[in-house]
């Protein structure tokens, strides 16, 4: 069993930051991806970061220069640091790990992150 627990949103001003931590407990085994997703209200979920082995990274367009994903494997723990927030970065923020050979996903509880003056 695996759980995923995020902290870190709240509200900010256009130009600030925040910083999302995901921690991972349970049975983990082996992870072979971990990543940030968001979605907006009334619109799809998407994919924000994504790092995987060697600790290759991608981002999606919208916050290349802005975000970064990093992780601690000794905590098992993903972050997301976010500058230079602007309004349309509003949206509920979920963390992902896909684990294993069968390469089952998992997902945390979303933490809402609203940019607005």
């Known amino acids: 069993q695996v759980q995923l627990v995020e902290s870190g949103g709240g509200l900010v001003q256009p130009g600030g930051s925040l910083r999302l931590s995901c921690a991972a407990s349970?049975?983990?085994?082996?992870?072979?991806?971990m990543a940030w997703y968001r979605q907006p209200p009334g619109k799809q979920r998407e994919l924000v970061a994504r790092?995987?082995?060697?600790?290759?990274?991608n981002y999606a367009d919208s916050v290349k220069g802005r975000f970064t994903i990093s992780r601690d494997n000794a905590k098992i723990t993903v972050y997301l640091q976010m500058n230079s927030l602007r309004p349309e970065d509003t949206a509920v923020y979920y963390c992902?790990?896909?684990?294993?050979?069968?390469?089952?996903?998992?997902w945390g509880q979303g933490t809402q992150v609203t940019v607005s003056s």
């Open positions: 790092i995987i082995s060697g600790d290759s990274t």
């Open positions: 349970g049975s983990i085994g082996r992870i072979n991806t």
């Open positions: 992902n790990i896909n684990i294993g050979g069968l390469r089952r996903d998992y």
